[in-house]
């Protein structure tokens, strides 16, 4: 496969968008963003900035000519949007498609959280077939597990900074994945610059496997005190998920994916067999290192 240079970038307003197209920039990659005519978000220097109507194929198609590849970071309420923007793409040449994914590996999951993913899990499968009835277009979905900068900003680990506070599932113990957003741009820039090897398949990283007891211990000792620690049962915090799951509430993921990582059992660690960290180049990190520095931000 040749050389990819030019990516497009679709909804790359977020967080994950900031990372991704500063660190594509950097890395020497000729970067699009694509987003709505409505749109007044600025994006990072050095980015193409186009404002187009999604709802027509004509124009997406024509906005993705040129284009190596498609770097898709829609919000999870346009996941569905994903097939429009595929379709364009296969018309318009596009060699290369990373889905919205970023997250839980939704290849493996099972029970409620993969009906919670199951848009998703329908993109994927979409790609898998359009790539075998187009074969110069190629796809890769990347699992980078919980963002390590929302452990600390949006608690999703259960640790709560500002009360000084952990709430613990079960003993605790359970070594999870977990990725700081700047690795997760690295691995996307890693899966464009080895086209050749990464392409029509589903590749995981990680920039740390730790426990909830790990973290709220670091998270302490940077402080200058032990965090007060409350416990509750993975079980129970799965029903309240699979209960909203069932009447539509979108509140339930966050439950679902607590339960699905932090469970006594869980298993959803990335194991060194299973990690492309190797084949995309990504740098060890120290998480003691990466935690100060999330600390001192967040308390600025």
């Not at 959280?113 to 899990?121: D, N, T, V």
């Not at 007891?213 to 005190?225: E, F, I, P, R, S």
């Not at 965090?227 to 993975?234: D, I």
């Not at 006594?264 to 740098?283: I, Y």
Request: proline share 3%; aromatic share 6%.
């Amino acid at each position: 496969m040749s050389k990819i240079n030019t990516v497009a970038i679709i909804g790359g307003s977020g967080n994950v968008g900031a990372h991704v197209t500063k660190e594509l920039i950097a890395a020497g990659f000729s970067v699009t963003v694509l987003t709505r005519q409505s749109s007044t978000l600025g994006f990072p220097p050095g980015a193409i900035v186009r404002r187009i109507d999604f709802n027509s194929p004509e124009i997406l198609t024509k906005a993705l000519s040129g284009q190596d590849a498609v770097v898709s970071l829609m919000a999870p309420g346009g996941i569905g949007e994903q097939k429009k923007a595929i379709d364009a793409a296969i018309e318009a040449g596009v060699k290369r498609f990373l889905p919205s994914e970023f997250g839980v590996n939704t290849r493996t999951a099972t029970g409620a959280i993969s009906k919670a993913l199951a848009a998703k899990i329908d993109i994927t499968e979409y790609l898998i077939t359009k790539s075998k009835e187009n074969p110069s277009f190629t796809w890769t979905g990347l699992s980078t597990g919980v963002f390590f900068d929302w452990v600390i900003t949006k608690e999703v680990a259960g640790i709560s900074i500002r009360n000084k506070s952990a709430t613990i599932f079960d003993s605790g113990n359970e070594l999870f994945q977990t990725t700081q957003l700047s690795t997760v741009a690295k691995a996307v820039s890693g899966i464009l610059r080895h086209p050749d090897k990464t392409a029509n398949t589903y590749l995981s990283v990680a920039s740390f496997n730790v426990s909830q007891n790990g973290l709220a211990k670091l998270v302490g000792d940077l402080l200058g005190t032990s965090l007060a620690l409350t416990h509750v049962k993975s079980q129970q915090v799965q029903e309240e998920g699979e209960k909203k799951l069932a009447t539509g509430d979108p509140s339930c993921f966050i439950k679902l994916l607590q339960a699905h990582n932090f469970a006594d059992g869980a298993g959803h660690a990335l194991k060194l067999e299973d990690s492309a960290n190797h084949l995309l180049e990504l740098p060890e990190e120290d998480i003691r290192v990466v935690l100060e520095d999330l600390l001192s931000r967040f308390q600025e």
